[in-house]
């Protein structure tokens, strides 16, 4: 299976996300994530227009409420013809499959292909000390990400959004054919802005990462489609 760029449109308009997308050549067919800020700002039409211009979306609304609001939200969600969309894994088992239910069911209303459904599972911005004192779950990131993988294998997700650094021991636990999606990337020139779980993209292609999401390295370089194609070169190598 082809193992994405991800690029993350965290852009306040439609306008300063699409002028941005534009530089990028049709043909490098990239897929973008779309998250709250663009989502919020520039409603669902924010979807058609970049599927328009033949590029892969992923909505990013992590979402996380009571099993039938996710269930009816996602249903929404399914119909938009998106490849991947989120749901975060701490709504528990109930909530996850309520939220797969859900998307499978707009999808089929609407003819489209489920997107893949991703569990958050421990935010790349997460460190230890933040697992510990302000969720207060004792244990390792680690073993929490690992935890969450295997309650969203079990309640049918596709994968989960993780860390590079735990993509390894999640593919030992629940299997190599569930998705490991990795933000948090950072090449090793980069600074790591909010981020505490962080690996270089050549790091993430050895720990046998599913896919890179990656914003600012990208949007905020000064030649975002060389940064781009830079990346790529290090993630294939
Ligand atoms: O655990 C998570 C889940 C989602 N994200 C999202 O990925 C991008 C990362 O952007 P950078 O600019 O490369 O830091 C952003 O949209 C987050 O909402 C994440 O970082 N970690």
């Not at 707009?106 to 421990?122: E, N, S």
């Not at 779980?197 to 896919?211: C, D, F, H, I, L």
């Amino acid at each position: 299976m082809k193992r994405p760029i991800i690029i993350a449109l965290d852009f306040p308009t439609a306008e300063r996300a699409l002028a941005f997308l534009d530089q990028f050549p049709a043909d490098l067919h990239v897929t973008v994530k779309i998250g709250m800020e663009l989502f919020y700002a520039a409603g669902p039409s924010i979807v058609t227009d970049v599927q328009a211009r033949g590029h892969a979306v992923f909505l990013d609304l992590k979402l996380h409420d009571i099993p039938n609001t996710v269930e009816s939200a996602m249903r929404v969600i399914g119909r938009l013809g998106v490849t991947y969309t989120t749901v975060h894994a701490a709504g528990g088992h109930v909530m996850l499959s309520a939220a797969k239910r859900g998307l499978v069911a707009g999808a089929m209303a609407a003819g489209v292909t489920a997107p893949k459904l991703l569990a958050i599972t421990q935010l790349t911005s997460t460190n230890q000390a933040i697992l510990n004192q302000d969720q207060q779950i004792m244990g390792t990131v680690r073993a929490s990400v690992v935890h969450y993988a295997k309650l969203a294998r079990a309640s049918d997700c596709d994968g989960v959004i993780c860390s590079a650094q735990e993509v390894q021991a999640i593919h030992t636990a629940v299997g190599a054919d569930f998705l490991g999606i990795t933000p948090g990337i950072r090449p090793a020139s980069a600074q790591s802005d909010d981020q505490q779980r962080v690996m270089t993209p050549a790091a993430a292609a050895k720990a046998g990462s599913n896919g890179l999401v990656i914003g600012r390295p990208i949007t905020q370089a000064a030649e975002p489609v060389q940064a781009y194609r830079d990346i790529m070169t290090e993630w294939s190598n």
